[in-house]
């Protein structure tokens, strides 16, 4: 079995900052372990969220998040492991929040779209949401066509 990465730099001039491409069979561990040593390297501009979770602060890296909603008058982070409340607002973490990796599905709800299995278009005015880990989520009538724009863009739904 083979667990070496194969590198290839290319310079181009039309790229005045890098552009990485990560070509592979499956979404591994490997690959993830990638892109967060490629985003730690590159000292993103986008910060991690301090939540709470029993009375302490915790400083959750904006990949590991799967999705911000709100619960009653709670705001809650949620991870693949663990649940946690957040003390700002949604519009308030859309603000903080990398825009290429979060879209908001709803008024009480923004998506890691990278933690996104499937977009379920067959019913009817909604979008049915699974993320990787299992849970689901709906996007609300008023937010479909921002979604299916994003789907269009990566190539991925028809009109």
């Not at 982070?77 to 990398?98: A, F, I, M, P, S």
């Not at 049915?128 to 609300?140: H, P, R, V």
């Not at 921002?146 to 028809?158: F, G, P, R, V, W």
């Amino acid at each position: 079995m083979k667990n070496m990465v194969e590198i290839e730099v290319v310079l181009d001039e039309r790229y005045t900052d890098p552009y990485v491409t990560i070509k592979t069979r499956s979404n591994t561990q490997q690959v993830e372990n990638i892109i967060c040593a490629i985003e730690d390297a590159s000292h993103s501009d986008f910060p991690q969220i301090a939540a709470i979770k029993d009375d302490a602060v915790i400083f959750v890296s904006q990949r590991d998040i799967i999705r911000v909603h709100t619960e009653g008058r709670k705001i809650v982070l949620q991870t693949e492991d663990e649940v946690y409340t957040v003390k700002r607002t949604l519009t308030g973490l859309e603000d903080v929040l990398n825009p290429t990796r979060f879209l908001r599905i709803s008024q009480s709800e923004i998506i890691n779209i990278y933690k996104v299995k499937c977009f379920d278009l067959n019913l009817a005015g909604t979008i049915g949401i699974e993320f990787d880990c299992g849970i689901k989520s709906w996007a609300s009538r008023s937010r479909v066509k921002q979604i299916k724009a994003l789907l269009k863009q990566n190539s991925i739904a028809e009109d």
